[in-house]
């Protein structure tokens, strides 16, 4: 037995020390968890902002960078057009300066027939029908088989303009060799006289019988050029008129004739000296491939590139690997007549994005986040557009505006590569950081966990003396004391054991004389317990006939439903529940021949004081009303000090508000303050009569007569009065909102051309109806007049 008990003994200091170490172990745990959450909560949060940080910095920069590169690039292409220009007027202006000045200009053209005839000097081909002047000049000068006389030579005044044209021979040159790289310089003669003076020398009129058919017999400027010499006339006679405000115009790109180039002509019409018509062109070709170098030669991160687009989509220049990427596909005008030109559109790309990008003036610098298809997966590109200078464009019909753009595509995985490093440089710091917490907390688990266990055996072996002591007194061995030498708090509940054990002693010996007094006392309390029960319920019953009676009479006063029909012209009903059995609120219906008094009133609180002081008033205002008093005032003040001096012999603090109103001759008087009187008009209106200023509250002052006043109210057929107490409006629902005074007018409008007796039902039912099942804490009373 022995054994058993030390076994069960250590079982139980187990179980404690299982449960100690569940205890404190867990609170410690939970300690470590929530810090240690903490502190790792923080470093992702570190982590993060210091990553959202980065981020938006690199992200700033990098498109500081591409809006920085797109507009050093469309610099770049504006610089290229500006410089072009610069020589196109340099060749105009000499041309302009000879027009202006015509004796000059024979001058000239015959010194130049003199001194370089071959290239003045032109040959007919019969084979095509025109003339060009022999290899070995400076510019090969072409005249067109309608612009030849019956000689086949030049007809007087086209002769003219070939002399004249020559000074190009000076010119162009030096312009050729210096400035932005170009492809040839050139005059063409106006409408009437239309050569074609190009410098270098080429086979220009073989060329274009070989390219365009039947151009020998045709309008030089219309065949080629339909449109672009009307806009010039109409810009002679209204300057204003120019889409942009310079002379150059430039054309779209088209394969050039002479070396099958996609090309660029710059045009800047010559006027007459009048300047009220156009005397013809200076001009200038550059290849494609020199605005194409520009911004095929972009590269930006890995694989970005860039195009020039005109402002109707059509891509100019794009190197071959951005062709495929953004879905172009080119298609040529296979046309005979004309210049032919590349077409190679956004809008016909096979990438949606692409086919939608807009090219307006508000997309301008403006970086845009688009999704293209690569091998069936949605890559996300950065596109950034910047638009060049307006310049005059002629592309088959009048001279319209036009603004180019440059763009440049980049994916976004190369440009915020260095984000993604720096990102992903941060999530590894984050993660050392959280498992070197993780390794922390862990070795902070072991040490407290061994800890407790050490300490749990200390505090354990006062707790094991005091389970064996209980086991032996549960065993009714009352001898059992514990000795625990510590001063804690097990010590104390040691101390506390062995008093507990003492008194168990002391107890169980004198059980049986305890139980006999024990007995005794509780018999005496029991019946006195009895009396008093006896003598309660003999109160409660009389208490209860008290205020059946006090009911009964406060019932038996009311006005009777015949002395109410009795009344003529005056439909009266009236409804008073009292909140207990017997309630405070007051209202009476007093006739003395025409003269009709109807009062309502609300005495202070409710029960069997209110109902007496109710009673008090109805008794008082019956008196004066028979003894034919009949001025309001008078009556309100005589009434009040009867009711103060009988409030003061009783010894109560109650007191009511009480209103009256006298009906005679279609008006009603009104006095007293209580709530608010209704008055409903034909028609539904609803006029409300505040009482407040019209007395005070009866009982409160011996004298109230300088207080009452009195209000007259018009009162016609129709119309109807209600008057009530302040358990209407302030009845409560089970949320505790107030019936209130609106939704009772809303309920007397509704019910309005009803009778009186309608108007009450309509009205309680609503009351009913918001009260539900809530309790009914004050008295209601609610009174109906209507005239009939």
Not at 337 to 356: D, F, H
Not at 647 to 654: A, G, L, V, Y
Request: charged share 20%; aromatic share 6%; with cysteine.
């Amino acid at each position: 037995m022995s054994g058993e008990g030390e076994k069960t003994q250590r079982f139980g200091l187990r179980s404690f020390r299982a449960k100690f170490v569940l205890v404190v172990g867990g609170a410690v745990l939970f300690d470590l968890l929530v810090s240690g959450g903490l502190a790792l909560w923080n470093v992702q949060k570190l982590s993060q902002d210091a990553a959202l940080e980065v981020g938006e910095g690199l992200t700033t920069a990098n498109q500081e960078y591409i809006r920085s590169y797109a507009e050093s690039t469309a610099s770049r292409v504006d610089l290229l057009l500006d410089r072009v220009h610069a020589d196109v007027k340099t060749l105009a202006g000499v041309l302009q300066s000879q027009i202006d000045e015509p004796a000059r200009q024979e001058q000239i053209g015959a010194t130049l027939a003199r001194q370089a005839p071959g290239s003045v000097s032109v040959v007919y081909d019969r084979q095509g029908d025109w003339a060009q002047n022999l290899p070995g000049a400076p510019s090969v000068v072409s005249v067109w088989g309608y612009l030849l006389g019956p000689d086949h030579t030049p007809l007087p005044d086209v002769q003219q303009v070939i002399d004249n044209s020559a000074v190009l021979d000076l010119v162009a040159p030096s312009l050729l060799a210096g400035g932005s790289s170009k492809l040839q310089m050139y005059y063409i003669g106006p409408k009437e006289e239309p050569i074609f003076r190009t410098a270098p020398y080429t086979e220009q009129a073989q060329t274009f019988d070989r390219l365009y058919p039947g151009h020998n017999k045709a309008d030089f400027w219309e065949f080629f050029f339909p449109g672009i010499y009307g806009s010039w006339q109409q810009w002679a006679s209204d300057p204003a008129s120019r889409p942009v405000a310079d002379d150059i115009t430039q054309t779209a790109p088209y394969t050039d004739a002479i070396t099958g180039k996609l090309i660029v002509s710059f045009f800047n019409p010559l006027w007459t000296k009048d300047r009220t018509g156009v005397a013809g062109t200076a001009g200038a070709d550059i290849t494609l491939d020199q605005l194409a170098e520009i911004v095929e030669n972009v590269k930006i991160a890995g694989t970005g590139f860039g195009f020039l687009t005109m402002s109707n989509g059509n891509v100019v220049a794009i190197n071959p690997a951005g062709e495929t990427i953004i879905g172009l596909k080119s298609s040529s005008d296979t046309g005979t007549q004309g210049v032919t030109g590349l077409e190679r559109s956004l809008r016909n790309s096979t990438q949606p994005a692409i086919t939608s990008l807009p090219l307006d003036k508000n997309n301008d610098g403006v970086i845009q986040h688009i999704m293209l298809d690569s091998q069936g997966e949605s890559v996300p590109y950065i596109v950034v557009l910047k638009r060049l200078r307006s310049t005059n464009l002629w592309s088959s019909g009048p001279i319209k505006p036009e603004t180019m753009s440059v763009g440049i595509v980049v994916p976004e995985r190369e440009i915020y590569a260095a984000l993604f490093a720096a990102q992903d440089g941060i999530s590894r710091a984050t993660n050392r950081i959280l498992i070197y917490q993780i390794i922390a907390i862990a070795v902070s688990l072991l040490i407290v966990f061994a800890a407790v266990l050490g300490i749990s055996k200390r505090i354990t072996a006062g707790l094991s003396a005091l389970a064996g002591a209980a086991r032996r007194l549960q065993a009714q061995d009352y001898s059992v004391r514990v000795n625990i030498p510590t001063r804690d708090e097990v010590g104390e509940a040691g101390a506390a054991f062995n008093r507990m054990a003492e008194q168990i002693s002391f107890h169980t010996e004198n059980l049986e004389r305890l139980v006999d007094e024990r007995t005794s006392e509780l018999e005496g309390a029991n019946q006195e317990i009895s009396a008093l029960n006896s003598r309660l319920q003999d109160e409660n019953l009389r208490l209860g006939a008290e205020l059946a009676v006090a009911r009964q009479i406060q019932l038996m006063v009311l006005p009777r439903e015949h002395e109410l029909e009795a009344i003529s012209q005056i439909e009266i009903v009236a409804y008073m529940r009292p909140a207990d059995e017997v309630g405070g609120d007051y209202y009476d219906v007093l006739q003395n021949g025409s003269r009709i008094k109807i009062g309502i009133g609300d005495v202070t609180g409710h029960g069997l004081e209110s109902g007496v002081l109710m009673l008090m008033v109805q008794s008082v205002a019956r008196a004066l009303q028979e003894t034919g008093d009949c001025d309001p005032r008078q009556f309100l003040d005589r009434l009040n000090r009867a009711i103060f001096k009988n409030i003061e012999r009783t010894n109560t603090d109650k007191h009511l508000s009480l209103a009256f109103l006298d009906y005679e001759d279609e008006r009603v008087t009104l006095s007293g303050q209580h709530e608010e009187v209704l008055v409903i008009r034909a028609g539904g209106e609803v006029e409300r009569i505040d009482t407040l200023n019209l007395g005070l509250p009866v009982g409160l002052e011996l004298d109230i007569l300088p207080f009452v006043e009195t209000h007259t109210i018009a009162f016609s057929r129709g119309d109807v009065i209600v008057l009530y107490t302040d358990g209407v409006t302030e009845a409560e629902d089970l949320d505790g909102r107030l019936y209130g005074i609106d939704r009772l007018c809303e309920s007397a409008r509704q019910r309005y051309g009803g009778s009186a007796e309608e108007i009450k039902t309509g009205i309680l039912e609503d009351l009913m109806d918001h009260i539900g099942t809530q309790k009914i804490h004050d008295d209601i009373t609610l009174v109906i007049m209507r005239h009939t």
